[in-house]
T-cell receptor
Framework: GENVEQHPSTLSVQEGDSAVIKCTYSDSASNYFPWYKQELGKRPQLIID?????GEKKDQRIAVTLNKTAKHFSLHITETQPEDSAVYFCAASIKSGGGADGLTFGKGTHLIIQP | DAGVIQSPRHEVTEMGQEVTLRCKPISGHDYLFWYRQTMMRGLELLIY????????DSGMPEDRFSAKMPNASFSTLKIQPSEPRDSAVYFCASGGWGTDTQYFGPGTRLTVL
């Protein structure tokens, strides 16, 4: 089955700096890659996602890049703010047509924004 | 929309007892997923349903775990008998045909003593 590796496990950056979190996946058939943000005691919430037919997607301060050949994808957060502090999870799945599939998650990255 | 609803939010039980977790997906969603989150293993998919039919249960740990979806608006995850290593947060998520997003419920924190 699919295996998703995520690095680093903890990332501390100064407020205003950029943060980058990287993930690799093993199953070349995976074609959907979401990123979830989870605050302490809360549910995971989708922040951005990308399909394999796209190399990059941006939404305000966050962006995701995908390299299908190397089977890795990354989350980029620019101009970090205190409210960005949370655990971030990458995930992968295989979507056929309009259908869905269960997500395989990375182990998470604890992002700490230093004031 | 109320979002995905899970109950109970917290459950404390003793080893050997039966535990039933409940989920109501977002109305109109065709897919329902059960995930488990622990510090050691992270977020794991246990089972998912499409139109009330189980599609993939390969993540269910063992025969002590069972899940049902008797109708489009209700699913249960049952553990019988429960063990301390089942302690975790159990999330239910739902998604619709043609949409990518899986919406998570608030989770049930299960503690087995």
């Amino acid at each position: 089955g699919e295996n998703v590796e995520q690095h680093p496990s903890t990332l501390s950056v100064q407020e205003g700096d950029s943060a980058v979190i990287k993930c690799t996946y093993s199953d070349s058939a995976s074609n959907y890659f979401p990123w979830y943000k989870q605050e302490l005691g809360k549910r995971p919430q989708l922040i951005i996602d990308i399909r394999s037919n796209v190399g990059e997607k941006k939404d305000q301060r966050i962006a995701v890049t995908l390299n299908k050949t190397a089977k890795h994808f990354s989350l980029h957060i620019t101009e970090t703010q205190p409210e960005d502090s949370a655990v971030y999870f990458c995930a992968a799945s295989i979507k056929s047509g309009g259908g869905a599939d269960g997500l395989t998650f990375g182990k998470g990255t604890h992002l700490i924004i230093q004031p | 929309d109320a979002g995905v609803i899970q109950s109970p939010r917290h459950e404390v039980t003793e080893m050997g007892q039966e535990v039933t977790l409940r989920c109501k997906p977002i109305s109109g969603h065709d897919y329902l997923f059960w995930y488990r989150q622990t510090m050691m293993r992270g977020l794991e998919l246990l089972i998912y349903f499409n139109n009330n039919v189980p599609i993939d249960d390969s993540g269910m740990p063992e025969d002590r775990f069972s899940a049902k979806m008797p109708n489009a608006s209700f699913s249960t995850l049952k553990i019988q008998p429960s063990e301390p290593r089942d302690s975790a947060v159990y999330f239910c998520a739902s998604g619709g045909w043609g949409t990518d997003t899986q919406y998570f419920g608030p989770g049930t924190r299960l503690t087995v003593l």
